[in-house]
């Protein structure tokens, strides 16, 4: 039902791929310090991961492969940017939780290489493996992980200042 809309509406992907951002940044400064809630968003996020990747899709496919391509998704590239954004919330709240954008980011990465692996050689899920969506899905933990490292950044100011002040006030 989500994708028949974003498929009619292509447009609003771009906004939409922007209001995953914002709601992770705004939970991600509210819960800044609470590392085991963000270990638990980040576990919550990885359901619809799975869900869109790894639930079988009702048919089987007959052959075990992988559609070789790397495109950069345009704004009218519905999947493409489905893609950005589904890898995006679990490494942000990942990398915000392990204070280790780094290894969230080859984690994010390694983890969609898994599901394309996966997709190839187990036809009977009924999805097809594509290194587009390995490309995309990475591109979502990058942007998962500078948004994790400005949120840490604007923590980090925001106690700096709030130490500096008191310190002042003392």
Same mark, same amino acid.
């Given at each position: 039902?989500?994708?028949?809309?974003?498929? %009619?509406?292509?447009?609003?992907?771009?906004?939409?791929?922007? @209001?995953? $951002?914002?709601?992770? #940044?705004?939970?991600?400064?509210?819960?800044?310090?609470?590392?085991?809630?963000?270990?638990?968003?980040?576990?919550?996020?990885?359901?619809?991961? *799975? &869900?869109?990747?790894?639930?079988?899709?009702?048919?089987?496919? %007959? =052959?075990?492969?992988? !559609? #070789?391509? *790397?495109?950069?998704? !345009?704004?009218?590239?519905? =999947?493409?940017?489905? +893609?950005? $954004?589904? *890898?995006?919330?679990?490494?942000? *709240?990942?990398?915000?939780?392990?204070?280790?954008?780094?290894?969230?980011?080859?984690?994010?990465?390694?983890?969609?290489?898994?599901? =394309?692996?996966?997709? &190839?050689?187990?036809?009977?899920?009924?999805? &097809?493996?594509?290194? +587009? %969506?390995?490309?995309?899905? !990475?591109?979502?933990?990058?942007?998962?992980?500078? @948004?994790?490292?400005?949120?840490?950044?604007?923590?980090?100011?925001?106690?700096?200042?709030?130490?500096?002040?008191?310190?002042?006030?003392?």
């Amino acid at each position: 039902m989500i994708t028949n809309f974003l498929l %009619d509406h292509s447009a609003l992907v771009p906004v939409a791929i922007l @209001l995953v $951002a914002l709601v992770c #940044v705004v939970l991600g400064l509210l819960l800044a310090g609470r590392p085991r809630v963000l270990w638990a968003l980040a576990g919550v996020s990885l359901v619809p991961v *799975f &869900a869109l990747t790894l639930v079988p899709a009702g048919r089987t496919i %007959d =052959e075990i492969g992988c !559609t #070789v391509q *790397f495109a950069l998704p !345009t704004l009218g590239a519905v =999947e493409l940017l489905a +893609n950005v $954004a589904l *890898f995006l919330p679990p490494v942000y *709240f990942a990398a915000l939780a392990s204070r280790r954008p780094l290894t969230m980011l080859a984690a994010g990465s390694a983890l969609s290489a898994v599901v =394309e692996t996966l997709q &190839a050689f187990v036809p009977a899920i009924g999805r &097809a493996c594509d290194t +587009n %969506d390995w490309l995309m899905n !990475t591109l979502g933990a990058v942007l998962g992980v500078l @948004l994790a490292a400005g949120t840490a950044w604007l923590v980090g100011r925001r106690a700096q200042s709030g130490s500096s002040t008191g310190a002042m006030s003392s």
